[in-house]
């Protein structure tokens, strides 16, 4: 039995973070319905071990139907921007007095309320409100975005499912459901208290952008080029890792500058990517094979490293980054494996209506009233026994 297999979740269809908070949760067994609007083409890819409900969500008739479905969740996410479930009448007030047990976990940009909380934003944009946008990037050069990770799915999307199963704790003991409020700015400002204690107490993060430790400033914490035009990435930070990773470029018979010298740290980068540069990827990465240097190959989901030869044992790293899989691994409980890449991971809007109207216990007729008056839409009716 899968850890979640228990709660039935109700997804509103929306980008990025909300299918991901809806993919973890099932992943780990959860009953995750992804209710779609019953005109156009979804392009979620998040839809793994989901199914769909598509409903005009103009009809009253299919806004009745939600409700009564409502009833009989444990969750329902929120992935619009504040007010807009409320327009349908799907606000929180609403399906807490009808539900008092559900959990409604709210996805927005900037919060449910206070500034920009009804502007539209990105990843970037909430980042950059966060506060964490600010310290990424090199010295003297533009703040630097990662691709949308940080803000849409950390502080998000994996923020959501936290706040989720902490609301699902808490109500073993109360009874009670609750809003979780999971804006991606909060979420992604929670993920920076690290640096933001180290920055304000002048630790670490005490100088500018760029031109501290673990911020592109160190040449310990850093990314060299190859001969072979590839990567490699280096975090050899405490003493005894950084004197392995000397070793293993071959300077330990060099006199070199203190580690933590900062006044040498530009002197010593051109120093190590000139080492790095007379040699490829695939044997910087046999060099560093089994040692404590802190160095890895900067890997890629789509080819190996050329030339390498493979090992699958604890004293090799990989030859290519694997895909991703559910995490964390629970040892009695594991979440469901990824095999492979689907063929279509797309989830057509409305493929399972009839299917979970029937398990949800809807009359027969009232489903095809439904589907007459266009209120529902299953894209496999001809197909289904009513």
């Known amino acids: 039995m899968l850890p979640l297999s228990n709660l039935v979740v109700f997804e509103m269809a929306g980008l990025a973070p909300a299918p991901f908070a809806g993919m973890i949760l099932a992943d780990f067994g959860a009953n995750v319905i992804r209710v779609d609007r019953s005109k156009g083409h979804s392009t979620d890819v998040l839809t793994r071990n989901k199914r769909s409900i598509a409903l005009d969500l103009k009809n009253p008739e299919a806004i009745n139907v939600l409700k009564d479905l409502f009833k009989k969740a444990d969750v329902v996410l929120d992935p619009f921007r504040p007010g807009v479930m409320e327009k349908l009448g799907l606000g929180p007030e609403v399906l807490l007095q009808e539900n008092p047990r559900l959990i409604y976990a709210r996805l927005s940009g900037f919060g449910q309320s206070g500034p920009g909380s009804k502007a539209a934003g990105h990843d970037i944009n909430y980042l950059s409100i966060a506060g964490a946008l600010g310290m990424i990037g090199r010295q003297g050069e533009a703040p630097f975005f990662p691709m949308n990770i940080l803000a849409d799915f950390a502080g998000g999307g994996l923020m959501c499912v936290m706040g989720i199963l902490m609301a699902v704790v808490e109500r073993f003991s109360s009874g009670k459901g609750q809003v979780v409020d999971a804006n991606l700015t909060a979420g992604t400002s929670y993920l920076t208290t690290f ?5 304000n107490y002048g630790l670490i993060w005490d100088s500018e952008r760029g031109s501290n430790m673990l911020d592109g400033g160190a040449p310990f914490y850093e990314v060299y ?12 930070i405490e003493p005894q890792f950084y004197a392995s990773f000397i070793q293993k470029l071959g300077l330990a018979d060099r006199k070199l500058p203190n ?5 040498a740290w530009p002197e010593m980068k051109r120093l190590f990517q000139d080492v790095f540069s007379q040699k490829t990827q695939a044997e910087w990465t046999t060099i560093f ?6 160095t890895t190959p900067v890997l890629s989901f789509q080819e190996r490293i050329p030339n390498a030869t493979s090992f699958n044992d604890a004293d090799h790293w990989p030859r ?9 691994v629970l040892s009695r409980t594991p979440a469901m494996p990824v095999t492979g890449n689907a063929e279509n991971p797309f989830l057509e809007p409305g493929s399972h209506s009839v299917e979970l ?5 809807v009359d027969k007729d009232q489903i095809k009233k439904l589907l007459k008056d266009g209120a529902l839409v299953d894209s496999s009716v001809a197909k289904s026994r009513l």
């Open 357 to 361: 109207l029937t398990q949800f216990n």
């Open 320 to 328: 290519q980054a694997a895909a991703p899989q559910p995490a964390p």
């Open 289 to 294: 094979d089994g040692s404590d240097a802190c």
């Open 195 to 199: 640096p933001y204690l180290m920055q």
């Open 259 to 263: 580690q933590l010298d900062r006044e």
């Open 225 to 236: 080029k190859t001969k072979d035009e590839r990567y490699m990435a280096v975090g050899a």
